[in-house]
C-alpha cells in the first residue's frame, strides 16, 4: 500500500469542516470517514444532518492525502435506518416544508453520488429508505450478513424521488426494482447481493478488515486513473444523450499525460509497487 495509512473503524486522524455531533467527518490518512452519528435511532437521519453532508464531502475532495472515502454508521445497529420520521411534523408537514427538505436530502445525496473520490458504504444492520439511498450514492456497497435492506415509501405514503428511482434500476433492474418499492418489505443481505444491490456480503467479523483491504487497493492505486474511470462508468449509464463524453476524454487525457502514469511504467519494469502522487 506504499506510503498510504489506513484508519481503524475509529478513526483518529482530525474532525473535518462541517462535523456535528449526528454527523462525522474525520480525515485520517488516505481515508476519510463520514459517519452517521444517531445510534439512538439507529443513525436516522435528521435535516441538520443532510445539510452537513456536502460541506463534510467537499472538505474531503480538498484534502489532497485522501484518497477513499467510507460511509458508515455508529453503534453497530445501522448504516442509516432512513430519515428521521419524528421530525417530518415540522420538516415536512406542507408541500412547501416538503420541497425545502428534498433540497437539503438532495444536495447531501448529490454530493455523495458525484464524488469525484471513490467511495465505499459499510453496511451493518439496517440500511433502510433514506440509508439505502445513500448507500446507492456510494460506488461499492459492502454488507455484514445480518444487514437488512428496503424501501418503506409505499408504507409511508411517500412519493419516491425520480433520482433515486434511477439509480435503483440501474442496480437491480426494474423487475427487482418494482418489488422492493411495491412490497415495501425487507431484504436480508444474501438477497441484496443475489440481485446486485450490493457488491458483497461477509461476515459480521470480517467486515472492518475487508473494508480496509479494499481501502488500501484503492489508496495504492493513480488517484487519476480512478478518477477517469469513476467518471467513465457514471456516464456510460447515462442515456445517450445526457453523456458528457468530453469530459471523459479529458480525464482520460490527464492521466495518460500525469507524472503518476510515468511512475506505473517505471514500476513495473522495476518490479516494485508504484508510489503515486495523483499528479
Known sequence: ????????????????????????????????????????????????MWAAVPT??????????IKVIILTGAGGKAFVSGADISEFEKTRSSAESNDEYRQISGRAGAAIAQSAKPTIAMIRGACIG?????????????????SRFGVPAA???????FAGILRLVSLVGPAHAK????????????????????????SEESLEQRILEL????????PLSIAASKLAIDEAVKDPGDRNVAA?????SRAMGSNDFKEGRRAFMEKRPPLFSGS
Not at 506504499?2 to 462525522?24: C, F, N, Y
Not at 408504507?155 to 424521488?161: A, D, M, V
Not at 412490497?183 to 447481493?193: C, I, W
Open 56 to 65: 463534510i464531502m467537499s472538505a474531503f475532495h480538498e484534502d489532497p492525502a
Open 215 to 222: 481501502a488500501g487497493m484503492i489508496a495504492a492505486n493513480a
Open 130 to 146: 433514506g440509508g439505502l439511498a445513500t448507500a446507492m450514492n456510494c460506488d461499492l456497497r459492502i454488507a455484514s450478513e445480518g
Open 1 to 48: 500500500m506504499g506510503e498510504h495509512i489506513i484508519s481503524p473503524v475509529r478513526p483518529g486522524g482530525h474532525a473535518v469542516d462541517g462535523t456535528i455531533d449526528k454527523l462525522i467527518g474525520h480525515a485520517d490518512g488516505a481515508i476519510g470517514w463520514l459517519i452517521f452519528n444517531n445510534p439512538a435511532r439507529r443513525n436516522a437521519v435528521s435535516l441538520d
Open 155 to 161: 408504507r409511508l405514503g411517500i412519493g419516491y424521488p
Open 179 to 202: 418489488a422492493i418499492m411495491f412490497t415495501a418489505r425487507h431484504y436480508s443481505a444474501f438477497e441484496a447481493q443475489s440481485i446486485g444491490l450490493i457488491n458483497e456480503m461477509v
Open 248 to 252: 471523459v476524454g479529458e480525464a482520460v
